[in-house]
């Protein structure tokens, strides 16, 4: 043990990089993961960058942070390697996972299982991830991650007014389900109330076709980030929080330790892997990040190099993050406050403010990576992330062509993160989840990315909605079939513009943004994008929109990022008996054999277009099985 503590500082004395951004790498720990030929390094990375570099120039509020003797701005986040221990076994690659709320998931995701720290052989899941050879980087960039042993967080210095400590308003949203008296607000959980009792806070409520009420301030108070209102919180009802807080965390930082490190393992001649092409996978928030941070231009470091040579920006939507500005929350959900303009990467002229930029197109980006937005139902349907705008204009009336060196998928009828299968009796829902399972296609993706950046190899063509070939509509305009018990979309708004602060106020800000979505076929499902063996070859209508159960308040608003899983009768008797309209299983196909049949044709077909990998048709084939068995028992249980 003392020789292998020993190593460890000897091997973190070694990882100097002289003249960088990157002035200190610490790895506190090293081991192997079992006989998998990887090996784990866990450690701390520390950054210097000079505020005032026109790339870092860009950082809300770095000119206000304290300064060293050469005049450099120092952080520091956590570090996370998976790496090949021969360089021979890897592809030359990295994969860095921008971590989502602190977190690791891509082994989980990508391999089918694992562990997010593995230790073991077996905590890699089937080894996708190992067998194509990348090396596994994760790296700290949000300020506000708890501190809890395990998550990936960036300790960054605060602004000040000439050494004068700054106070401001920090604002937070949030529903509950239940009447309860006590909410902790935890997106603000980075913030203690700086005047608890304050003129300053203040708790207001929206309710729909009512406005916003504010709550009168001797009906409530704070503790902590937790608000305590007497009578309790009306199920369903939005809620927003404000108060004075002080020391504004210098936030956009993250944007710059993911650029730096990145860029160190790339160029770093003591870097600890063999990189020569490195990709960033951002899911949810962290797809949202990665939009934010082409748009900001980091994908070029202080030394006019690019950093990423491809991006996959998943479940992102049109939108980005609430990180670079003042009182940053990045932690928030989102749910209707994270998309302003521009929307698509080629500048567009927007018809509400007159500006034009785009998210690629604009001063300050020098190196556009190879993209991948990947997208499901719900980033069109639900949250105001309107997915749609990042293939047509800002007015949302007519496709424009996408660049060269992006593609765009959309996953058609799936939810923002697979329900488990199979979907469990709906409680805070009016339906069950919707199960699809679009990473069996990611998959294939990822690989795609690499022969497109190392060989020049074309990915699969985009496959989205479009007006041109009639499956892009207004939400008003979806010919969802009249299924009993199901509710209407139709009447969904996108909700509105956030402001942008580098167009200072030219943004468009409060302007409601167009609901464009997936038209459907006769069963409700969608018709535009890339539809999976399961809504292909149907036993169910699979949506990105679920709405809130009665019991929680709020049935006419969506269950935040969930989808619905709406089952088929299994016979005509059945489908009469219910009134439904759509046809019943055994109408449709003759048999078991037959459904199965069909659905390995579809998932064949996914693999002859480079979207499915041949490997895994076999496993999407054996759940097509048990989709079948489950469909038919619960609309038997069902049939009186």
Partial sequence: MKFRRLLALAFAAAFTWARSEVTRVEITARSDVGSSGYEKLVGRIHFAIDPKDPRNAVIADVGRAAVNAAGRVEFSSDLYLLKPKAPAAGNGAALVEVSNRG???????????????????????????????????????????????????????????????????????????????????????????????????????????????????????????????????????????????????????????????????????????????????????????????????????????????????????????????????????????????????????????????????????????????????????????????????????????????????????????????????????????????????????????????????????????????????????????????VASPRALGGGVRISNPLLSGKDGAGAPLPLLVSQVDADGNERGGIRLPDVAVPLATYTGWNFRAPATGAPDELVSLAGSWIPFPATREAREAAGDPRQSIVERYASRADYLAKHHAAAEDLARRGLLLTEDVAQVAKRAGEQWDFAIALSRRATP
Avoid: C
């Fill in 103 to 485: 977190g690791r998931s891509a082994i989980v995701s990508f391999n089918r299982g694992g562990s997010r720290d593995p230790k073991s052989e077996s905590d890699l899941g089937d080894r996708f991830l190992q067998r194509q050879g990348f090396t596994l980087v994760w790296v700290g960039w949000e300020f506000d991650v708890p501190p809890t042993s395990g998550l990936m967080r960036i300790a960054v210095p605060v602004a000040t007014d000439a050494g004068r400590v700054i106070t401001g308003n920090v604002h937070g949203k949030f529903t509950v389900s239940s009447r309860v008296e006590e909410f902790e607000v935890t997106d603000l959980a980075a913030y203690p109330p700086h005047n608890p009792e304050g003129v300053e806070r203040e708790l207001a409520r929206r309710i729909p076709g009512r406005g916003r009420t504010v709550v009168p301030p001797d009906q409530w108070r704070l503790s902590g980030h937790t608000v305590i209102l007497t009578g309790g919180f009306e199920p369903g009802t939005e809620y927003e929080i404000s108060y004075a807080a002080a020391n504004p965390p210098i936030a956009g930082l993250g944007f710059a330790a993911l650029r730096d490190t990145t860029s160190w393992l790339k160029n770093g001649s003591d870097s600890p892997a063999s990189v020569r092409h490195a990709y960033a996978f951002g899911s949810s928030q962290s797809g949202r990040f990665l939009r934010d941070f082409l748009y900001h231009g980091f994908n070029t470091d202080e030394r006019d190099r690019q950093v990423f040579d491809g991006v996959l920006a998943h479940i992102a939507g049109a939108a980005r993050i609430n990180l670079n500005q003042r009182w940053s929350v990045p932690r928030e959900l989102g749910t209707y406050s994270v998309t302003g303009f521009p929307f698509a990467d080629t500048a567009q002229t927007d018809p509400v403010s007159g500006a034009r930029e785009g998210l690629l197109e604009n001063p300050r980006v020098r190196h556009a990576p190879k993209i991948f937005y990947t997208n499901t139902s719900v980033e069109y349907w639900g949250g105001g992330r309107v997915a749609a705008l990042v293939h047509t204009d800002p007015a949302g009336a007519k496709d424009i062509p996408l660049p060269e060196n992006v593609r765009f998928y959309a996953f058609a009828g799936t939810q923002h993160g697979p329900a488990k299968f199979p979907p469990p009796a709906p409680t805070t829902a009016q339906q069950r989840a919707n199960p699809v399972d679009f990473w069996w296609t990611m998959r294939a993706l990822l690989p795609a990315m690499h022969r497109w950046v190392k060989d020049g190899t074309p990915p699969p063509a985009s496959a989205y909605p479009t007006f041109h070939d009639g499956t892009l509509v207004r939400a008003a305009a979806v010919g969802l079939p009249a299924i009993p018990g």
